[in-house]
């Protein structure tokens, strides 16, 4: 544990032991996949915010179809990549509702690009948390939009040559430079491996707790909210659960570098 | 209170929606199907309809049906209209659909085809629409209306069938009905309201609403495709709608749908004045397909029929399907990943060689 972080760390443990918004199912992810811990963050805050019985969460398709599964709220499944469209349909007729989406960085970056740009081009009052492991997680690992030259994968044995392939989509960065959506955000969510042997920060997770918790607020308030988290897929990326957490500090999170890209209503002073 | 109006086939669907309760219109422009959603973006806001609570165009045909799925699973009343190219981006949604349950409405103003073809009046979507165009076995609720006026009353229809069977309903219409302009009558704004005690409008307590499509365990997704089987069956049974014309006496009947059927009541009218004994059936649902009216017509003494359509030949595979099938035909079926047995294909074929 870092210095100083002690404190809000056990602040939010109690919380995690009795999450209404939670169910007792216990989850597939891989171990040393963020989905769990940003299944618990989003549990956490609706609890905080008081949201279950009027949050919908929206499966998309990837590693995030089962949310429903784990997060106790109302649920449709989406078509591939459609989360956004859909959220939009719910949203429009009930504004009352809150709605969500997990979505991949296959789902949202590639074949749902246009649903993201759009629904984000309208600020639909939409929250979409992007978990960015920068392969496709569910189908076994084959090359995705945010998937970084060089990197083997299924569809890429001999390494992701973007020269050929195209080169990665930033997807933060893309909706933060258009005019549309409220808030914009890029959080490092893996443990990362600390300096000192066998001690890890959880500064990611507790960042990412903050930003859920920010991202509904401004759906809230009325605007189209977005979190990419960049995080890990040591099965896919046949590394050790530790490797990964390396990799994802030392390499992607300079390709992804964290930050709040956007935040037109400053809920982040608030 | 009725009111009459001298209108296009495209602003009467608009309209007629309307009547039956609209609550939200996503749309994407295509021609020749384009009227409606001009005339509902007219009618947005107007206090003559204050459940028309939604008009949004979107940027594509593939965001439009997911943004009806979203809407009408709160259990409103969601609709967009397309014609044959959108129509094509549609299935996906209404594969999900199907199976989610999710009832809502699409009007499909179908034009020449395949590809872009061209914006003349066509029937070719026949098969795209009553057999299920997307992926997986499911089957849609088709309407066929066959002038203006049912333009105008059929989407109160589709919505209805659609909440009742939890099913999404099509009206397939052509590019002639959608541009024709008729005297219409208007039925009063409807006050139906659908029970809908599965819609995703936040968990109460832990009873939550789920709408899923995934049923990975083989017994599970076996189970969910019966389910939706009996519904279809039950569909077929309950809602076989046709309009026979001077069919009681007939040695030959002419079987079409939409504007074509009215074409063919004139070739009745014709050929009886020569003395000819003929006949017209016109299916008003092509899913679930009038096969009933068929047979029966066929055991009355009917000895031919003639189906005319604005295609290559289509709704004919379900005329000889529900004629020359006289038991000849068996089935043996599986679903949800599980395989038959050779042991059970063997039983099978040997009672039907019995």
């Known amino acids: 544990m870092m210095p100083g972080q002690e404190e ?119 929250t979409i948390f992007l978990v960015n492991n920068a392969i496709y997680g569910m189908t076994g690992g084959q090359m995705a939009p945010t998937t970084p030259e060089g990197m083997v994968t299924t569809t890429t044995p001999e390494g992701r040559d973007t020269a050929y392939t195209g080169t990665v989509i930033d997807a933060s960065k893309m909706l933060a430079g258009m005019d549309g959506p409220s808030y914009v955000k890029r959080v490092f969510l893996p443990v990362a491996p600390l300096r000192t042997r066998d001690l890890y920060s959880a500064a990611g997770p507790l960042e990412g707790a903050r930003s859920v918790v920010n991202a509904f607020k401004v759906q809230l308030a009325g605007g189209f909210s977005f979190v990419e988290f960049v995080s890990t897929c040591s099965i896919n990326w046949k590394m050790s659960v530790l490797d990964s957490k390396k990799y994802a500090a030392e390499v992607l999170s300079k390709i992804y570098p964290p930050g709040l890209y956007k935040d037109k209503l400053g809920i982040e002073r608030k | 209170m009725t009111r009459r109006d001298f209108v296009k086939g495209n602003e009467a669907l608009a309209l007629g929606a309307l009547k039956s309760g609209l609550n939200a219109y996503f749309a994407y422009p295509i021609t ?67 199976s989610m349950e999710i009832p809502f ?14 914006l003349g009046p066509e029937q070719s979507d ?85 709408l899923v499509s995934l049923h990975l365990d083989f017994d599970d997704q076996s189970r969910h495709v019966e389910h939706l089987l009996k519904k279809y069956e039950e569909m077929a049974r309950e809602e076989q709608r046709a309009e026979l014309y001077l069919t009681d006496d ?7 749908f939409g504007i074509v059927s009215r074409l063919c009541k004139q070739a009745v009218n014709t050929l009886r004045a020569k003395g000819v004994r003929a006949g017209m059936l016109r299916p008003i649902t092509l899913s679930p397909f009038p096969s009933r009216f068929v047979s029966e017509l066929a055991s009355k003494g009917v000895k031919r029929f003639v189906v005319v359509e604005l295609n290559t030949g289509q709704m004919v595979t379900d005329v000889r399907l529900a004629l020359e099938d006289g038991g000849r035909t068996e089935s043996l079926n599986r679903w949800g990943g599980i395989l038959p047995s050779s042991g059970e294909i063997v039983a099978q074929v040997e009672m039907a060689s019995a």
Not at chain 1, 11 to 40: D, F, M, N, Q, W
Not at chain 1, 55 to 65: A, H, K, L, Q
Not at chain 2, 105 to 118: C, F
Not at chain 2, 250 to 256: E, K, N, R
Request: net charge negative; proline share 5%.
């Open chain 2, 250 to 256: 007939a040695d030959v009947v002419m079987v079409a």
């Open chain 1, 8 to 126: 809000s760390a056990n602040e939010y443990e109690v919380r995690l032991g009795k999450l209404s918004a939670l169910t007792s199912k216990p989850t597939h992810y891989c171990s040393g996949c963020e989905h769990g811990i940003l299944t618990k963050l989003i549990a956490n805050a609706i609890d905080e915010l008081e949201i279950r019985e009027k949050s919908v969460v929206i499966d998309s398709v990837g590693c995030s179809v089962f949310a429903h599964e784990y997060i106790n709220v109302d649920a449709i499944q989406a078509p591939h990549g459609r989360a956004p469209a859909v959220m939009a349909g719910i949203k429009r007729v009930r504004p009352d509702l809150v709605v969500f989406a997990v979505q991949g960085d296959g789902d949202a970056v590639a074949i749902g690009l246009q649903e993201l740009i759009y629904a984000a081009s309208r600020n639909e009052p939409i």
């Open chain 2, 105 to 118: 409405l699409v009007a499909d103003i179908n034009r020449g085809g395949p590809g872009l073809g061209n």
């Open chain 2, 126 to 210: 026949y098969f795209q629409a009553t057999k299920g165009g997307g992926h997986g076995g499911y089957r849609n609720i088709v309407l066929a209306p066959n002038s203006v006026q049912e333009m105008a009353t059929f989407p109160g229809l589709g919505f209805s069938l659609a909440f009742k069977y939890r099913n999404p309903a099509i009206i397939l219409a052509d590019a002639f009905l959608g541009q024709l302009k008729e005297d219409t009558a208007f039925p009063a704004i409807t006050k139906e309201k659908f029970d809908t005690p599965w819609a995703t409008t936040g968990a109460r307590g832990e009873t939550r609403h789920v």
């Open chain 2, 32 to 98: 020749p199907s384009s009227e409606i959603p001009e005339t509902l973006a007219q009618q947005f806001k107007s206090p003559e309809y204050p459940d028309f609570k939604v008009f949004l165009q979107s940027s594509s045909e593939l965001e439009a049906i997911n943004m009806v799925m979203g809407a009408a699973a709160t259990g409103a009343k969601a609709m967009t209209a397309t014609s044959g190219p959108g129509f094509s981006l549609k299935q996906e949604g209404l594969s999900y659909a199907a």
